[in-house]
T-cell receptor
Framework: GDSVTQMEGPVTLSEEAFLTINCTYT??????LFWYVQYPGEGLQLLLK?????DKGSNKGFEATYRKETTSFHLEKGSVQVSDSAVYFC??????????????FGTGTQLKVEL | GAGVSQSPSNKVTEKGKDVELRCDPI?????LYWYRQSLGQGLEFLIY????????KSGLPSDRFSAERTGGSVSTLTIQRTQQEDSAVYLC?????????????FGEGSWLTVV
């Protein structure tokens, strides 16, 4: 079945450092790709998405480009802030029986940003 | 409501007891999903509803797990004869429709601890 692999955490960075969190996927067909974020004590929130090859999703300074040739969707941010400390989940969607949209998640990468 | 609402937020139950977890999706959202987040297994899909019907129950881990949705709105996930391995965060999510282009919004989860 479809699967998502993302880099192990935790990742610890200093404020204003460059962030990359790697994500690769295995899928039949052409899934949509997502990054979700979970801040401490909060629920999962959609950070960005891309629905087809070469699309770039962006939000709050984060970017990720859907690379079909490398089956990747790496998350990047040029300058992280302490407030970006959270767990980041890469996910893909596949169509379910009867419609619907199942998300398959990676294991999550914890990011800690220090002053 | 403004977001996906889940209750209870925390539940501690004794092994062998039944528990019910409730989800109130975003108003007007026809698609509803249940996921489970646990330390050992990450985020797992459990079941998908479109309206009141559940075309995909493939993620339910055993016949002790069931779910229903009434009035195209509120959903209840029931776990019978709880076991310690059922301890996890149960996440509910909804989207406007079931198609892949629709954003899936998550609630904050119900933390279940089986002792």
């Amino acid at each position: 079945g479809d699967s998502v692999t993302q880099m192990e955490g935790p990742v610890t960075l200093s404020e204003e450092a460059f962030l990359t969190i790697n994500c690769t996927y295995t899928a039949t067909g052409y899934p949509s790709l997502f990054w979700y974020v979970q801040y401490p004590g909060e629920g999962l929130q959609l950070l960005l998405k891309a629905t087809k090859a070469d699309d770039k999703g962006s939000n709050k300074g984060f970017e990720a480009t859907y690379r079909k040739e490398t089956t990747s969707f790496h998350l990047e941010k040029g300058s992280v802030q302490v407030s970006d400390s959270a767990v980041y989940f890469c996910a893909l969607s596949e169509v379910l029986t009867g419609g619907g949209n199942k998300l398959t998640f990676g294991t999550g990468t914890q990011l800690k940003v220090e002053l | 409501g403004a977001g996906v609402s889940q209750s209870p937020s925390n539940k501690v139950t004794e092994k062998g007891k039944d528990v019910e977890l409730r989800c109130d999706p975003i108003s007007g959202h026809t698609a509803l999903y249940w996921y489970r987040q646990s330390l050992g297994q990450g985020l797992e899909f459990l079941i998908y509803f479109q309206g009141n019907s559940a075309p995909d129950k493939s993620g339910l881990p055993s016949d002790r797990f069931s779910a229903e949705r009434t009035g195209g709105s509120v959903s209840t996930l029931t776990i019978q004869r709880t076991q310690q391995e059922d301890s996890a965060v149960y996440l509910c999510a909804s989207s406007l429709q079931g198609s892949p282009g629709n954003t899936i919004y998550f609630g904050e989860g119900s933390w279940l601890t089986v002792v």
